[in-house]
RNA sequence: GGGAGCAUAGCUCAGCUGGGAGAGCAUCCGCCUUACAAGCGGGGGGUCAUAGGUUCAAGUCCUAUUGUUCCCACCA
């Protein structure tokens, strides 16, 4: 039963029916079957305070291209989605929705704050993945995951026990990035440097007992002296070795500080001498483990200046900063203010700037845990796509520093480390009834939750059931590729694979696809701030999901970025409508009939775009293989629109047009065929209209599940390609002769075909009905000699014939003269070049054969015809 | 301070392992040719940033330079 179609392709009518049908039908459903050979993509969970950006759209698409074309190819694709709790992206978002309420995160202590916030995600937490839906992505939502879900929760619980028995999880005061205005720790990796100029003032503190002495040194950031505890300066500076194991005094609160040596301390930098803080600057605090120094934080949690601060406690840190400058002047202790380029460290959820500050933390021991990883990258079994961000994975696991992992955040999976009054501390998946050590039964949980990369890092296990071992994990497990932007290459990318080898002693996935991000117009960044963010949700709704995915997949190289264009989604659209209208044409003209062919039964023009096809199948997979993307949506669309809509099916037309055609029903088989070959093709690309398309035409129940096109070497017809790409040639240059002279389409012409080659009359006698339907040419005559034409038929030369056409009156002979002496030029310096290229002996004595037996070819071809040309302008007298 | 990317037609970008420069959009000319004017046919437009080098052959490989973007980094 035929559907008629629309002239032109309406998403609306197809897109949202299309996909519920999908769902019923459980066609995103994956089964563990050992049976079948997996294939498994882990989609990057988007954070559940999110709306779909483009970003993500870009993300999705990439990933449904290749799971939908693995389908096809009959491998038992999972793609698991999911969402990400984020913790403190969510924790902001929930305190700021209280907060305009009048109501504060103590007010309604932990217990309330969870209450809330799950109510919250109850609320808003499936709004992306519903719209992720919008793009048709075929993940399997009967598996959505939150990384909050009580067996994820599970899985980290274990990780962060199995961790610590190990000896890899451990509690110290350390220093840490601070956010003074979230008020947490948090990870190298959230610490955001940016340039910038900044003020370096010059000081002096008196040296004692030394009247008139003084240590000169700058700083950045003044409001530190505070909880100086020595000065440094370079062992081998021979400026101050009389200074080395003195004491100076930081006057304003008068404290006694060694002078100490240390290499740290650069001569040619500054004054050579430098102010230790340990507790507020990650290079001192190195120095003060190395001369044993005392530590004194001066700054409480929300940057103000703590008791240790003197007269300067309750200030905040600029506040102090300024106060100190300005009583440092007046004790002629302030030498002068530079300005000073340097880079400084924000937090890159709000932007503040991060403070180093001593904390009792949590950390993951890195050194271990990155060397397995660093291994798999260069022993070849992990692959980066592209091969340049394997640098930076490696450059970034070599330095690795270790991690952070508690904030001081409820959002999120609780520490599972339990405090007794006795000092005992107690790791474990579920509170123990009583301490171990003294037995008490008052035990206090920490109060601090885990960084949400910790649990994202689990997530290619974790979703599959980890730990327990389900026949999930045994069949998925490892995933084949991770789809992801390099911003996330550190944190989630990294993290994902070092838990993946120590937890399952496997990598997470073989390789790892890397996308560049989205930018608008002027290639800036998208985001809240500018305002530029398009909504793709808009786009959708304008021009369908097909339109959006395809403008995001073509004309882009894996991992560069891409700018948005809403042109390109038109662009798309006009592709789209395209493929539609063929289809329709092809529907029309089948009716209700259901034409068979044989391979016998095929004329020339069949088998070229069949081979055409096959060749474009071959090449397409290959690119897919590679993480081509854009290449392969380029090859296919130009084969679609280019070769099979503008030169096969207006050479079927003709032979369709006419009943008594013998080859008719060749023609119908080949178009159906064809048509088919390509919507396969272009389904992974753009699956809604191709799964319309599809049905409508008879295809099948599903295009999901129909098999991805195989070369076939039984339809690799060279030499009907080589025949019908002669006619094409033809075809064009009188088509350009034609526009030249300014010939409209109405008035058809006679034309002569003259070869002396046999072999070369019957391909334009077989392809003379093609030259009367695509060069407006009222009959075609092929014929050896130039017996009966016109002495001034125009007349165009190609290889091994000669074309003419009689315009009797619109012909000017000077004109004509003209351009056939434009035409020896261009012939000339053609075999100009291929002969010189010939008589060199290094290129005949070292290219490839096959390489010189071209250029002989071409020295051949051109040589004819240049002599035919020349022939011809001699013949009007030029 | 270290590292990476990019520099190709007016604009945005492709161009895989080196073998005569491409697409989309824009522009110009001509077409309502019975699938599609969201279309069809034809055209113009590039010293592939610069300078060297390797090679029979370089947009493609190497070196340097310039411009630009980004990443990493505890120089006070």
Redesign the pocket.
């Known amino acids: 039963m035929r559907k008629e179609l629309d002239?032109?392709?309406d998403p609306k009518a197809v897109e949202d029916r299309l996909y519920a049908h999908w769902v019923k039908q459980k066609y995103f459903h994956a089964v563990a079957d050992e049976t079948k050979t997996p294939y498994t993509i882990m989609m990057p969970p988007p954070n559940v305070t999110g709306q779909l950006h483009l970003g993500h759209a870009l993300n999705l698409t990439l990933q449904d291209i290749l799971i939908r074309w693995k389908k096809m190819q009959g491998f038992n694709t999972l793609w698991m989605p999911g969402t990400d709790h984020a913790a403190i992206a969510t924790e902001v978002k929930i305190v700021e929705k209280m907060a305009a309420e009048g109501i504060k995160k103590v007010d309604i202590g932990r217990e309330g704050f969870m209450e809330r916030a799950w109510a919250w995600y109850d609320d808003v937490g499936g709004v992306i993945s519903n719209q992720f839906r919008k793009l048709g992505v075929a993940a399997d939502w009967d598996r959505e995951r939150f990384t909050m879900d009580e067996g994820l929760s599970d899985a980290v619980l274990e990780v962060f026990v199995r961790l610590h028995e190990k000896g890899l999880i451990y509690r110290g005061e350390r220093l840490v990035n601070w956010c003074t205005h979230c008020k947490t720790s948090i990870s190298?990796a959230e610490v955001?440097?940016e340039?910038q100029k900044g003020g370096f003032w010059h000081f002096k503190y008196p040296v004692k007992d030394m009247p008139g002495t003084y240590v000169e040194?700058?700083?950045?950031r003044p409001e530190t002296m505070l909880g100086d505890t020595a000065i440094a300066v370079n062992p081998n500076d021979e400026r101050y070795q009389h200074l080395i194991g003195k004491t100076a005094v930081m006057p304003i609160l008068g404290r006694e500080i060694p002078i100490i040596a240390d290499d740290?301390?650069?001569t040619d930098?500054?004054?050579?001498m430098?102010?230790i803080t340990p507790a507020h600057?990650?290079?001192d605090f190195e120095i003060g483990v190395r001369h044993n120094l005392p530590k004194i934080n001066i700054m409480n949690d929300d940057g103000t200046i703590n008791e240790n601060g003197g007269k300067y406690a309750g200030m905040d840190r600029y506040e102090a900063r300024e106060a100190i400058v300005l009583d440092m002047d007046m004790r002629n202790l302030f030498v002068k203010k530079e300005v000073?380029e340097?880079?400084i460290g924000g937090h890159d959820r709000c932007r503040t700037v991060v403070e180093p500050l001593m904390k009792l933390q949590w950390f993951v021991k890195m050194e271990g845990l990155a060397k397995p990883a660093i291994d798999a990258y260069k022993n070849d079994e992990l692959r980066i796509v592209p091969e340049?961000f394997g640098?930076?994975y490696l450059?970034?696991l070599e330095?690795i520093r270790d991690w952070c992992i508690s904030r001081q955040l409820w959002w999120g999976h609780r520490i599972p480390a339990y405090y007794c009054a006795c000092g005992e501390v107690t790791v474990a998946k579920a509170a123990p009834d009583a301490c171990s050590k003294c037995g008490a039964v008052e035990l206090k949980q920490d109060e601090d939750s885990l960084d949400t990369w910790f649990s994202s890092a689990l997530w290619p296990f974790s979703t599959l059931g980890w730990p327990e071992q389900t026949p999930e994990l045994a069949h998925f497990y490892p995933t084949n590729v991770l789809v992801t932007a390099y911003e996330i290459l550190?944190f989630w990318v990294v993290r994902m694979v070092f838990s993946g080898i120590e937890f399952m002693g496997q990598l997470p996935f073989k390789d790892v696809f890397i996308h560049g991000i989205m930018r608008d117009e002027q290639?800036r960044k998208m985001s809240k701030s500018l305002g530029n963010g398009i909504d793709p949700l808009e786009a959708i709704e304008n021009y369908g999901a097909d339109a959006l995915r395809f403008s995001l997949t073509t004309?882009?190289?894996p991992g560069?970025?891409l700018?948005f264009?809403i042109?390109?989604v038109e662009?798309s659209?006009?592709f789209l409508?395209?493929i539609w209208?063929?289809a329709?044409?092809i529907m029309?003209n089948l009716g209700d009939a259901e034409p068979t062919a044989e391979i016998d039964d095929l004329t020339a023009a069949d088998r070229w775009i069949i081979a055409k096809a096959n060749r474009v199948a071959a090449e397409v997979t290959q690119n897919l293989d590679n993480y081509?993307l854009?290449?392969a949506a380029?090859k296919v669309y130009t084969f679609m629109?280019d070769e099979f809509?503008?030169w096969y099916?207006?050479m079927a037309?003709p032979r369709l047009?006419n009943e008594a055609d013998t080859t008719r029903d060749a023609a119908l088989w080949t178009l159906r065929h064809v048509l088919i070959s390509g919507l396969k093709m272009l389904h992974p690309f753009i699956p809604f209209i191709t799964e319309e398309i599809f049905t409508t035409v008879g295809g099948g129940d599903t295009i999901m599940t129909a098999q991805w096109p195989v070369f076939a070497a039984e339809h690799d017809f060279a030499a009907e390609e080589a025949e019908v790409e002669q006619i094409k040639e033809a075809i064009?240059a009188m088509?350009?002769l034609r526009?030249?002279m300014?010939v409209?389409?109405?008035r058809r012409a006679k034309v002569f075909v003259v070869s002396e080659s046999c072999e070369v009359r019957g391909i334009y006698e077989r392809g003379a009905k093609y030259i009367m339907a695509l060069a407006s040419a009222a009959e075609v005559t092929v014929q050896a000699d130039r017996d009966g034409i016109e002495a001034n038929a125009v007349s165009i030369v190609v290889p091994g014939a000669e074309i003419f056409m009689p315009f009797a009156d619109l012909v000017d002979i000077e004109k004509e003269k003209e351009r056939l002496a434009k035409e020896v030029a261009k012939l000339e310096q053609?075999v100009g070049?291929?002969t010189a290229k010939l008589n060199?002996p290094?290129?005949v004595g070292?290219?490839?054969a096959s390489?010189i037996e071209e250029e002989r070819a071409?020295e051949a071809k051109?040589g004819e015809m240049l002599a035919a040309v020349r022939e011809q302008l001699k013949a009007i007298g030029g």
């Open positions: 002239t032109r392709y190298d955001e440097h340039d040194f700058a700083t950045t740290y301390v650069k930098f500054g004054t050579g430098v102010k600057d990650f290079n000073l340097n880079s340049r640098k930076v450059h970034w330095n550190f290639g004309g882009n190289a560069n970025d700018r264009y042109e390109k662009a659209r006009n409508n395209k209208n063929a329709r044409f029309m081509e854009g290449v380029d629109w809509c503008d099916i207006e037309k047009y064009r088509r350009n526009s030249n300014n409209p389409p109405s053609e070049r291929v060199n290094g290129f070292k290219a490839p390489i071409k051109y």
